[in-house]
């Protein structure tokens, strides 16, 4: 029943819906963000290919619970999903709770307050 393949889809569009309708860290507009993806595949592709390598697989997936899908050495494709979810659902709750993106974000809360002079502290 693709379980793999419906989770991964369902976990990215819950982490984009907390970055659009929630946390709003701006992170998909940052160098950084899209350089930290670049690294996470990067370093997944060797790591995971080993892993999953047909010849002499370590971890192994059910057929019937992914597409089947594996590119490239033998990845399964949910598994780049599931590396976008994980990365960006942490770097989204780092970037929230240390607030460095807020500030910065022209017409956060933050900026209106700075230059609001009604505004108490």
Same mark, same amino acid.
């Given at each position: @029943? =693709?379980?793999?393949?419906?989770?991964?889809?369902?976990? @990215? =569009?819950?982490?984009?819906?907390l970055e659009l309708f929630w946390l709003r860290t701006g992170i998909?507009?940052t160098v950084k963000y899209w350089l930290s993806i670049i690294v996470?595949?990067? +370093?997944? /592709?060797?790591?995971?290919?080993?892993?999953? %390598?047909?010849?002499?697989? /370590?971890? %192994?997936? *059910?057929?019937?619970?992914?597409?089947? /899908? %594996?590119?490239? +050495?033998?990845?399964?494709? !949910?598994?780049?999903? +599931?590396?976008? *979810?994980?990365?960006? =659902?942490?770097?989204?709750?780092?970037?929230?709770?240390?607030?460095?993106?807020?500030? *910065?974000?022209?017409?956060?809360?933050? !900026?209106?307050?700075?230059?609001?002079?009604?505004?108490?502290?």
């Amino acid at each position: @029943m =693709l379980e793999y393949t419906i989770g991964t889809v369902l976990t @990215m =569009l819950v982490v984009v819906a907390l970055e659009l309708f929630w946390l709003r860290t701006g992170i998909f507009r940052t160098v950084k963000y899209w350089l930290s993806i670049i690294v996470m595949v990067s +370093f997944q /592709i060797p790591m995971d290919g080993f892993l999953t %390598r047909l010849s002499n697989p /370590i971890v %192994r997936y *059910a057929p019937d619970e992914f597409l089947g /899908i %594996r590119w490239p +050495f033998d990845i399964p494709i !949910e598994d780049f999903g +599931f590396g976008f *979810a994980v990365i960006t =659902l942490t770097l989204m709750l780092w970037t929230s709770r240390s607030g460095s993106s807020r500030s *910065a974000r022209p017409g956060s809360r933050e !900026e209106e307050a700075a230059h609001d002079p009604h505004h108490s502290r």
